[in-house]
């Protein structure tokens, strides 16, 4: 399971529809142009928390069925419903996904054991392994190394994704916990986290910066620092601009320059103005083209 995964954009019509067409087109644009092990699909780059339960299930099964067994794919099924995410975890595994992965549960402050109990009851449910999605800035939830480590006292319990800039934490897990998956979760620090010896990264932006990210990944395994820094530094300045111009709706106007149907996005999300699609034009021509 180790490498670099998109985080899967999903691609909307203007009426907030799946655009299964779309969709298919980034999964392929993902394995055949960025070169990607696996994707992550169902995430946040995938805008998966403002789509029903039926429509998680579409993007995962568009998802596989454009993918295949070509590159790895980890099922997003994190809900503060936990019965959806069982629901979800049962029909990606189901469906064929590699593995499953959850967002630590949000919006109310649960304690750590109603976060552990969450898990079991995700993971006990499937004949599936899953990767912890830890991502505090967004959820607010902050888990110690020791809790990281109850919770990979399940077996099944593989990996996480981590998406933090705390790189004291991050070093503490890598120690800790040796043969558990870790997945650099901000594409703009992927340098610092390769360094700290992470097994893989998922991001947003490898779906347009895909080769750069894996060049930097490889190059610092390799103790290339100084290049794999060089190569950070550009797609950082690559990431800056996106960042400035609105995240998932300036990728997807890079992907549309590429001929990639990456449509809108849904709203409550706004798609990009006239101004960011120029700029997005841009940002494209500089950097990527
Ligand atoms: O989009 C976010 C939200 N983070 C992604 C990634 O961690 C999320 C990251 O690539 C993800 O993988 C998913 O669930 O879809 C950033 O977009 C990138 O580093 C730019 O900041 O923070």
Redesign the pocket.
């Known amino acids: 399971m180790k490498g670099i ?1 998109s ?2 954009l999903a691609s909307f019509d203007e009426q907030g529809k799946i655009n299964e067409q779309g969709v298919r087109e980034i999964v392929r644009h993902n394995i055949d142009k960025m070169m990607v092990d696996g994707l ?1 699909v169902g ?4 805008e ?1 928390f403002m789509l029903s339960t039926e429509e998680k299930k579409q993007i995962f099964e568009i998802a596989k069925d454009e993918a295949g067994s070509e590159v790895k794919l980890i099922a ?1 099924v994190g809900s503060i419903n936990v019965y959806e995410s069982i629901d979800l975890a049962k029909h990606a595994t189901a469906l064929g996904y590699d593995a499953i992965s959850a ?1 630590t549960p949000f919006y109310y402050k649960f304690s750590f054991e109603e976060i552990k109990d969450y898990y079991n009851m995700i993971i006990d449910s499937v004949d599936n392994r899953l990767i912890i ?1 830890s ?1 505090p ?2 959820t607010g939830v902050d888990m110690s190394v020791e809790q990281f480590g109850e919770l990979f006292e399940n077996p099944k319990i593989i990996g996480v ?1 981590f ?1 933090a800039a705390d790189f004291f934490l991050l070093e503490r897990m890598r120690k800790a916990y040796p043969d558990k998956l870790i997945f650099a ?5 992927m340098l610092s986290a390769a360094v700290l010896d992470v097994d893989g990264a ?5 779906n347009v910066n895909g080769p750069r990210a894996r060049q930097i990944y490889e190059l610092a395994k390799a103790g290339k620092i100084e290049e794999a820094r060089e190569i950070q530094h550009t797609t950082n300045d690559l ?1 800056a601009a ?2 400035d111009n609105g ?2 709706p300036t990728i997807k106007c890079i992907l549309e320059e590429q001929g990639v149907h990456a449509g809108c996005c849904r709203k409550p999300m706004a798609s990009a103005t006239p101004e960011a699609r120029i700029r997005a034009r841009e940002i494209y021509k500089q950097y990527i083209k």
């Not at 995430?43 to 995938?46: E, F, I």
């Open positions: 995964y985080a899967l992550y995430g946040s780059t995938g998966n997003q967002v999605y991502i800035f967004l994704k998406t979760g901000f594409d703009e620090m998922i991001g947003s932006t490898f990431i996106i960042l995240l998932y």
